[in-house]
């Protein structure tokens, strides 16, 4: 099967989760195409199978905001037709369904037929995609999609109350690669330079948007430690980093944090943690913190979106009401309080991840292909 990946290429979740599903289906002997405006981070070019394509947008003075889709839309026309693509699997409603949707009708005019599959990943359903600038072409885009899926069951329900849709839409969890994720034995995972012995240290990773929340991530661990000796790890980079910044400041913790930026070594800084924080206004699924619980740590969040669906509350860590961070911190306190039930929920995370493996998932998103292709 020949297939073009439509996907943002930074660290968001829908990226990572576009770039890992094209990878594995290169490695089950398809060819993938990944199209986007530059290298997807987690995409490892010299990989058997693998093209990438960049859509480059051509400037010009009068254009106040560059035509992105019009370029996007261009370059899957070229694509299909050169690669002579089976199919496109789009990541991220806006503006990539809307784009597909128009390389589809321009193919038609050239005889050619292309199905496309949309997965929905979170923000572009429930706070870009239903703003009324978007909405209709975000509907229509769905509607006309030959197949739609969600990263959970809450980000498909999101999707049927905020949409007129018509469409069945299937439900295909996030993945993780487990042998990404392997055991790091304790002498093999060095913390010594973060932080001392006796310390705990607390992670959050994000693009630092306001829908994080990062504020609360920095307010649940002046709370906790108030308490216990503790570190706090702050991976990634985003608008809200300055002012988290400040807050650092004005609670006297800043020597307390540390701010790692983007990073691609993941997988390292979690085997160095105790305790994920996701205290997030809305999240489809968590993304974030199922590879943190791959990596065994447990994960303190809210219960908006999709999360109670990733994070078991009182088993792979807690849940707690949007903005609640009295009760995030007192949870927090509960798990690493005490190395028996820190060793339990740890052990609960990494048991719970499993459940959500590419080997599992995979065989759906196949399936979705082969049933567009016998449509066509
Ligand atoms: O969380 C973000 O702001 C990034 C966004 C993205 O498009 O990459 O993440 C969304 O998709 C991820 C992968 O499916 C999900 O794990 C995240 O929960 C979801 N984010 C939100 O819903 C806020």
Do not use: W
């Not at 010009?60 to 019009?70: G, N, R, S």
């Not at 370059?75 to 369904?97: F, G, Q, S, T, W």
């Not at 909405?135 to 509607?143: G, L, Y």
């Amino acid at each position: 099967m020949k297939i073009g990946i439509v996907l943002y290429p930074t660290f968001g979740g829908s990226g990572v989760v576009a770039t890992e599903l094209g990878l594995a289906l290169a490695k089950k002997g398809c060819e993938v195409h990944f199209i986007t405006y530059h290298q997807p981070v987690r995409l490892d070019l010299l990989t058997k199978n693998v093209y990438f394509h960049e859509v480059f947008v051509e400037e010009y003075p009068l254009f106040h905001y560059q035509p992105y889709e019009l370029a996007l839309s261009t370059k899957l026309v070229d694509i299909v037709l050169r690669y002579k693509l089976d199919l496109l699997h789009v990541h991220y409603a806006i503006p990539h369904a809307y784009a597909a949707y128009m390389a589809q009708q321009m193919l038609q005019e050239k005889g050619v037929k292309i199905p496309f599959v949309t997965t929905l990943h979170g923000t572009d359903i429930t706070l870009v995609g239903s703003h009324p600038s978007y909405k209709t072409a975000v509907e229509f885009s769905i509607n006309n999609s030959d197949a739609v899926t969600t990263v959970s069951d809450s980000l498909r329900e999101d999707t049927l109350r905020l949409f007129d849709i018509k469409k069945e839409i299937d439900v295909v969890y996030n993945f993780i690669d487990v042998n990404k994720y392997p055991l790091i034995n304790d002498d093999e995972c060095d913390r010594s330079s973060l932080a001392k012995p006796n310390e705990r240290i607390l992670t959050h990773i994000s693009n630092f948007r306001p829908v994080k929340r990062v504020a609360d991530v920095v307010k649940i661990f002046y709370e906790v430690q108030k308490e216990i000796p503790s570190k706090l790890l702050l991976v990634g980079d985003g608008p809200d980093r300055e002012k988290i910044d400040r807050l650092c400041k004005e609670l006297k913790i800043k020597e307390k944090v540390l701010f790692l930026g983007n990073s691609n070594e993941v997988n390292k800084i979690l085997c160095y943690s105790d305790l994920f924080l996701l205290p997030s206004q809305t999240e489809s699924f968590g993304l974030a913190a199922l590879e943190a619980m791959a990596a065994r740590t447990p994960v303190i969040s809210t219960n908006s979106g999709g999360l109670p669906e990733v994070n078991l509350h009182n088993i792979t860590g807690f849940l707690s009401p949007v903005g609640d961070v009295i009760d995030m911190a007192k949870n927090a306190l509960y798990i690493l309080n005490d190395e028996e039930i820190l060793t339990t929920f740890k052990d609960n995370a990494k048991k719970h991840s499993e459940k959500f493996t590419l080997n599992r998932v995979l065989p759906d998103y196949i399936e979705i292909y082969e049933d567009i292709l016998n449509r066509v």
